[in-house]
């Protein structure tokens, strides 16, 4: 069975300041591909990373930024310079490789709340 | 390039009532994947289409079931609701072989009352 933890419901920050999202999965696939969404009150899933199991490089796109760690099963993702349009639900996903295939695993998701 | 499309965007509907979703996939696309999110909570995925037939379903009901068209849209059929049936449906469509590349509708707002 796969499960995906995002312990933080909510996070509130100040303009400028950095987000970090937490994300801890579980899956008994050797190849997976991980996940993180944004959710804006109009509901659309916007894709915004992806990563799979065997690429572990951490990188940075604009202002995200993400930690992937198998040896702990996390897959942290981070904004940088928060802006007010950030503000949003987000939810990390996991997707595995086997009788998985194409079926998506998501989180309970963490609100971030950014104020001017 | 049209992607996903959903509809209706909302939908009010009566407890014991059915209800239909339908779902267009982005273009290149041929798997339908149908997904629930109740509120304040995480999608919930229901099942799989390709090539007409459901390929994987999640724990839901039979009250839950779908349609694929020949032409990769996909209805979503919900028989007898519930209450707890309200929330946003979200489709999301991929090509097979795939399915770690999914694009997701803006999805539809149902209401059960």
């Known amino acids: 069975a796969q499960k995906v933890t995002q312990a933080q419901t909510e996070i509130s920050v100040v303009e400028k300041e950095d987000v970090t999202l937490d994300c801890v999965y579980e899956?008994?696939?050797?190849?997976?591909?991980l996940f993180w969404y944004k959710q804006p009150p109009s509901g659309e899933l916007v894709f915004l990373i992806r990563?799979?199991?065997?690429?572990?490089q951490n990188e940075i796109s604009g202002r995200y930024s993400w930690n992937f760690q198998k040896s702990t099963s996390s897959f942290n993702f981070t904004i940088t310079a928060s802006q007010v349009v950030d503000s949003a639900v987000y939810f990390c996903?996991?997707?595995?490789?086997?009788?998985?295939?194409?079926?998506?695993?998501f989180g309970a998701g963490t609100q971030v709340v950014v104020t001017p | 390039d049209a992607g996903v499309t959903q509809s209706p965007t909302h939908l009010i509907k009566t407890r014991g009532q059915q209800v239909t979703l339908r779902c267009s996939p982005k273009?290149?696309?041929?798997?339908v994947s149908w997904y629930q999110q109740a509120l304040g909570q995480g999608p919930q995925f229901i099942f799989q289409?390709?090539?007409?037939?459901?390929?994987q379903r999640g724990n839901f009901p039979d009250r839950f079931s779908g349609h694929q068209f020949p032409n990769y849209s996909s209805e979503l059929n919900v028989n007898a609701l519930l209450l707890g049936d309200s929330a946003l449906y979200l489709c999301?469509?991929?090509?097979?072989?795939?399915?770690?590349?999914?694009?997701f509708g803006p999805g539809t707002r149902l209401t059960v009352t």
């Open positions: 999301a469509s991929s090509a097979l072989g795939q399915g770690y590349e999914q694009y």
């Open positions: 899956t008994r696939d050797t190849t997976y591909y």
């Open positions: 990563r799979n199991s065997f690429d572990e």
């Open positions: 996903a996991l997707s595995g490789t086997t009788d998985s295939w194409g079926k998506f695993q």
């Open positions: 273009s290149g696309h041929d798997t």
């Open positions: 289409y390709y090539e007409e037939e459901e390929r």
